[in-house]
């Protein structure tokens, strides 16, 4: 009788390949198997024992039950004879051994048995049996290869071949692939057909079978040879010719309905990688589409899988229909595979937990065992879907970083080998995203950029309100230091992080890792975060890690494309900020267990330059020139380079450059300079810089002439090291005559005491001095004002402004007063770049300055906005290139915050060798280039000054100890080189360049230094209370008369010198001043200019006050004066006639010519006090050295520059002429020209 009973016996498993069962009383003894226990065995030997022994005979079967219920059994048991005690038999795994309902035994059925029984037949008593494995013989295997058809097999829209190798079950094991006569190998896969049962079950119908599946438009090259193999062992078949035509036709196999949904892994777009030459290759952004994301083995018992060695033959069926459908990319290495979602969840893997190596998605890279699982699978996937219609490119989108060292290597002997198998079976690309795949040419020296052996190394807790220091614990991730920061108990989200700053350039920065832990329990969500150059907030979230104390490699992508979002903006990451980073943190959000918890963080590693592809450098003209131009208008590029440099401001990182091709074939070449632009808003109060893109390239120069002007742009980019370089085509620009924009200026070839335009006209400049929006120092000035004249007589615009109220405006100052100096005739303006205002190089720890070489972009867009205003309203600028203080120590100094200053990092020791020193002047080259590059094509830029009041400055100051009078040589070198320079590098070669002293007494030898465009110090005449140099030689009470006198005609003749003289600054005293003091000295000041041989009506220092007082109006009358002036080719000499009648306190001065007069009367005192009036003051002035014969007269009201009065006077034959002044108000202005 026959006991059927399942029965789990107690066995003893004695080794991996072999079992000892135990039957009792017919009982069914059942052994689990580890799955692929049977996988390379050729058979099994099966020993068994009766006790006691009887004459009956007995008959043992072994079964053995796959993991998805396949059964087979022994089809000849063992038979023990009556009275036999033991007997013994092998059974090979061979189709004939074996049966049951699920047809023959196979190679995939061995490979995924789960279970083996012994039952026994005959007998009630005890049977043992011990069961061994048999390896494979060691040796070449043999196959026959078998057609199964005659020709190809058309399964939806692929074609398929399918073949058999008969030799035994161990054909179908390993890998099939076939070579064909082009050296091609074609990936073949085992598929096994199967059907539905009644119940639903599926079963296997028929031998697997090796199956080559093909596109209709691919065949192999005949004849290929099969080559086979499996562990150690291989064949190859004779060859072979494949069929090419169809001879069937089938449907895909049907599903089951409780075959899980293939996983469609989410599209995703950032940087990818390319396998070349045996390593991952950067290739840029790219955007990948949603990838269908196989997974063909997974844990025995799930849903139809049988473990991770043996393919789901329903999920492969399953892949067949969703790809027949088409698709266009396939991920291989899916990121699911670390997620816990979905059916394939991590926590589901064959290998988590008790299955295998894992716990935790960080550990996915300790072992190597389960990715050896996974490549075969992959190499299945490849094999069935290469022909799917509409595949584009295989993807590996797992991310999850490796942990240490050996988990890297681990990934990226897996990514290798993937890799290598894609490029061997299939020509379409693969793309990965890991980002510890790529290799880096820049990472840190001592292996950490941060590690915390020595202590917290500046990190403190933060960002706010989290603050204190951090903790240096014992427990790195390294077994040494790392910092630690609490996380206090709480049932709500809790907040802990640490931070550090940094004000450093990260440009070349693509990743920065850390490990993290979280002690105490829950989980926290990870954020990195930075700050910029403006002080704003970035962050990008990184991952979750648990709370079990585990350390965990993340990473953070510091690259262009890295996923940083801005609080409350919509700018884009990108090169222009991660060059200046001011601070770095990591902050956590907790969650989960409410007790005291802790955030551990150590060894923060750089990694920069990542391999990438050779990407020629390459111009993208966003704007080009236009075909045709009016003289004085630029020809203007906008454009950008497809690779960025660590400083676009430091053309030994990039040096890019516009060539010029003039008509005769001379060439120019001008640089380009880096914009980055930015928006000048205001809120009605306040004007503020904000940005307002990514930067670009620029370029412009101004055409000097008209005619056909040829243009190309030539860059040369530094990338890691190495200079690439790359030009554009010559693009043509034909200039008109016409005049487009303002002429430019310059020092008058015909006569050199007067400038000219281009256009050969008299330039006589009238303006002043617009330095900054704001001055302090004139804040007392305008307090007096108020109380000399009541507050509602001041403009209703800037009633009450103090100095601050200009300041806070910015260029809105400007927008004021330049249409206020275009209605009153005025062209001149005075502008400084210095720290506070348009300047360019500063310290770094200044807003949106950046140290050496390092040009601050929001002043480079006031200063834009000033001179486009100034070009809008007909206004020359003169621009001071720096300030004294930025190179002095004792007047107006500023060397303490010069970045030059070696306390703040610079190369100078001293500020005199700021002056000498050949390296210095290498760098301070590089901002004259740039603000030639920016500003120098505006035709309305009059004049470069080098430098204001020089003697102030650090090496004049030593090397003359302080002496006004002396010589500096090392001065005089820098002098003659920046004149030089600026010669050889200013596209407009005339522009004038000169430098400024405060004394015009100071520095005498230097001012006779070639190449100055035009004399330009001080004229206050305060200075009279302490030098007697204005006041001709002597001791005098202020007059500024003399002082304008002396400065002239004894400090800069202009007929000696052979240039143009000019007033740098004017107006009473340099601080300390009264309303009635610059009223007087204003008005007689602009007259006495207009009637001597001064080039110019410039220097009032007080522009608050200006506005403030609405004087104004007083350069208009100058402007209405000059009017039809030509001055030119004239023998001026200054004169001081005589007033002669009753009324003799009255004053003269002029110039005279053989053929013109220009003379000011004036009540004596009124310059320094314009309460002193003179009521209708009247007198003779007597002229003497004009030419015999008639003179036309005309006068001029000194308040309004209009004409008043005109008659015809007579010069005696000594050429004397009395010309009358009468009824005074309180001054008046002659024209006399002889007739």
Known sequence: MRFLVVLLCLVCALSAAEWRLESVDGRVAVQPLDLRALAAVSALRVEAARDPVDESDVWVEVRLVTADGRRFAQASPLRLSAGERRAEMVVGFDAGS???????????????????????????????????????????PAFTVVALQSGLVEVGPWREWHLRLAGGYQAELGQVAALDAAGRLWPMFLDQPGANDAAGRWRPSGPARWTLRLRPD????????????????????????PPTQVVMRSGLQALASWVLPTPVAEAWSGEALLYDSGSWVRVGRRTVPPAVAPVLAW????????????????????????????????????????????????????????????????????????????????????????????LRQWVLGLARLANQDAGRDRLQALAGALAGLVARYDGRPLVARHPQLASFGRTDPEGAWYAFADGARGWTQGPVPLTGPVMVERSGSDGNGCIAVPVAPGGEVRLAGAQVALDTNLFNLDRLELDAALDGGGEATLYAWVTDHHHRWWQQRLERIPGDGGWQTVGVDFSVTGAWTLAGGEVAWSDDIRRRIRAFGVVAYVRGAGAQARLRLDRLRRLGWPRAGETALAIAVAQAPTAKLSRWQPIDYAFNLNQTAQNPYDP??????????????SLVRHPAYWDEPYRLVFDGTTERAVPAGAGGWRWRWTPPAAGVWRTRLIARLKVRGAWLQTETGWSTTTVDAARGGMPT?????????????????????????????????????????????????????????????????????????????????MDFARVWMCPWWAGLEWRRDWDDYGGLTWFNQPNAARMDRVMELAAENGVYV??????????????????????????????????????RSDEVWKTHEKRLRYTLARWGWRTNLAAWVLCSELEFTGTFDQETRRNDRGFSPGLQRWLERSLAWMQANDPQRNRLVTMHWSHPWAGPQHWQTPGLGFSYSNAY????????????????????????DAYLNDLFPADQLRRPTLLGEWGGHWSDNEPWVMRGELR?????????????????WWWLWLETSDQWKQYAAIARFMQGEERRGQTWTPIQPRVLGADTRLFAQGMISPTAVRLYVWPRGYDQDSRRTQPKASGMVRLDGLAPGAWRMRRFDGATGEQVAERELTADAQGRLDLPVSALDPDAVFKLDRR
């Open 98 to 140: 074996w049966a049951g309902q699920d047809g023959v035994i196979s190679a995939d059925a061995l490979q995924a048995m789960a279970a083996c029984e012994v039952a026994v037949h005959g007998w009630n008593g005890r049977v043992s049996a011990r069961l061994s494995t048999l390896a494979t013989p060691v040796g070449s």
């Open 1084 to 1100: 007689t000041g602009c007259w006495l200019q207009a009637v001597t041989p001064y080039a110019g009506n410039t220097g009032f």
């Open 878 to 915: 003169q621009v001071e290139l720096m300030n004294h203080g930025m190179v002095g120590e004792f007047a107006d100094k500023q060397w303490q915050d010069s970045p030059y200053n070696r306390a703040n990092g610079g190369p100078c020791r001293n500020v005199a060798e700021w002056f």
């Open 299 to 390: 844990r025995s018992g799930w849903t139809g899988f049988r473990g991770a060695e043996s393919l789901s033959w329903q999920q492969a069926a399953a892949l067949d229909q969703l790809v027949a459908a088409g698709v266009e990319a396939i991920d291989l290495l899916p990121e699911g595979l670390a997620d816990e979602q979905g059916p394939f969840r991590f926590g589901l893997s064959p290998w988590t937990a008790q299955d295998g190596p894992w716990r935790h998605p960080r550990d996915l890279w300790n072992e190597a065992e389960p990715w050896r699982a996974w490549q075969r699978q992959v190499r299945e996937v490849v094999a069935r879907t290469r022909a799917a219609p509409g």
């Open 745 to 825: 200026v310059g020092v008058d070839a015909g006569d050199p005491r007067w400038f000219s335009t281009a256009e050969g006209k008299l330039w006589y400049p009238i303006g002043v001095n617009l330095r900054s929006p704001g001055d302090e120092r004139q804040d007392d000035l305008l307090a007096k004002e108020r109380l000399f004249k009541p507050q509602d007589e001041e403009p209703a615009a800037v009633r009450g402004w103090n100095s601050l109220d200009w300041e806070r405006r910015g260029t809105r100052a400007y927008e004021r007063w330049f249409p206020l100096m275009r209605e009153n005739g």
């Open 218 to 241: 691919e065949s192999p090259a005949a004849p290929v040879r099969l080559q086979w193999e499996h562990a150690e062992a291989r064949w190859e078949s004779v060859p072979l010719t």
């Open 652 to 665: 030994e990182a990039a040096d890019v450059i516009g060539e010029v091709m003039a008509e005769d074939g």
């Open 1021 to 1044: 005449t305060a200075f009279q209370d302490f030098d007697t140099s204005l006041g001709k030689g002597k001791r005098v009470p202020r007059s500024l008369p003399i002082a304008l």
